[in-house]
């Protein structure tokens, strides 16, 4: 027995921030941005709207993709670090908005690697038996994280969610492997002080600059690289599998110029390649099931096709999933 996704979601905010708007709030540019991180747009949470609505709608257009109600969950685990409270969770959050009652809801907080880390669990927990049908959700709202005075951050990050279901089947098809890693001897490379939504991009300016998000960005783009080459590597060899074999990757979109070297210190062309950053930013946990959302809906992804995730974030955390489709 093995777990499969059978359907995905995706869903964000109502305001775009494009480059242009950024231009007049800091002293950065269209031009500065796309050549150093590809993003030409990304979605903000705003004031009066709740990220958990958000993933709520990714979830709801998952599961009638899959033809199931929400009471034929057994289980909702979301990838986040974005939850309005230390506790209850999220993943309790969009249970009660889901109308559900009694089956586990648990977050997994493993910043932009949330989503990979979740569904590495939750196939493993449906592998051993213990649910057939789960709801597997990543949802972040960074941007209202950032310090909007710090030029460096700000631009990079926007909001969203996105969802899939799964369900526990025997066959070829499915999840064929994950490998997690992390390194809490880098944590400071990306931090946040506070957990959950702070400063949304239309509140008042944050009161405490030293709660906004720290990066070193140079350290971090060296590091991520190396992480995502040799996760790649790893997931692909246990499987027995080659890198040739693979039909699309659907990496973390943090970045177009992380997302490239690894693409080319693994020699695979643009075609095997899916991008969306451009358009969201970076979405931490929520980027991965949202790309795969979009590669599905535009027809790069079918029956049979050998596809991987992967993504490196704030942990350091990393790791992939290899699924053959
Ligand atoms: N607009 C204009 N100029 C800027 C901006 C901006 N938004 N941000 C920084 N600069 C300036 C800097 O001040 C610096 O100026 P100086 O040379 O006068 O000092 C110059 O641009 C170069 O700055 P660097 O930080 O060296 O630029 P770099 O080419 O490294 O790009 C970036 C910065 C995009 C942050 C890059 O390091 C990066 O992408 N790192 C990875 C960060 C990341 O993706 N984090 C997300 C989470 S981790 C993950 O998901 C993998």
């Not at 999220?90 to 949330?114: E, K, M, T």
Request: net charge neutral; with cysteine; aromatic share 6%.
């Amino acid at each position: 027995m093995g777990s499969r996704i059978v359907a995905t979601g995706r869903a964000t905010p109502r305001t775009v921030i494009t480059n242009h708007e950024l231009e007049r709030r800091m002293d950065t540019s269209d031009e500065w941005i796309r050549t150093r991180t590809g993003i030409a747009q990304r979605y903000a949470l705003c004031t009066d709207e709740s990220l958990v609505e958000v993933a709520e709608r990714a979830s709801r257009q998952a599961l009638a993709r899959a033809g199931m109600k929400p009471e034929d969950l057994e289980a909702i685990i979301v990838g986040t670090v974005s939850s309005d409270f230390g506790f209850p969770s999220f993943a309790c959050q969009l249970q009660h908005r889901l109308g559900l009652n009694s089956i586990p809801a648990f977050d997994v907080a493993a910043a932009c690697s949330g989503f990979i880390y979740a569904l590495s669990v939750a196939d493993a927990t449906m592998r051993a038996g213990e649910w057939s049908r789960v709801l597997l959700v990543g949802a972040d709202a960074l941007s209202t994280m950032v310090d909007w005075n710090d030029r460096s951050t700000a631009v990079l990050f926007g909001d969203g969610a996105g969802a899939v279901v799964m369900v526990r089947e025997a066959g070829q098809r499915g999840v064929l492997g994950s490998i997690l890693r992390s390194s809490g001897e880098y944590w400071e490379l990306l931090s946040v002080r506070n957990r959950g939504i702070q400063s949304p991009i239309d509140a008042e300016a944050r009161a405490n600059r030293d709660d906004a998000i720290k990066m070193k960005g140079p350290e971090l783009f060296k590091i991520a690289v190396k992480s995502l080459e040799d996760i790649t590597r790893k997931v692909i060899e246990r499987a027995g599998v080659s890198l040739d074999d693979l039909s699309l990757i659907i990496p973390h979109q943090a970045n177009l110029r992380i997302i490239n070297a690894v693409a080319q210190r693994l020699g695979l062309g643009a075609e095997k390649v899916f991008t969306n950053v451009d358009r969201y930013g970076n979405t931490s946990a929520a980027s991965v099931p949202i790309a795969l959302d979009e590669a599905i809906e535009s027809g790069r992804i079918r029956d049979n096709d050998l596809v991987l995730l992967n993504a490196c974030g704030g942990g350091l955390t990393w790791g992939a999933n290899l699924i053959r489709w």
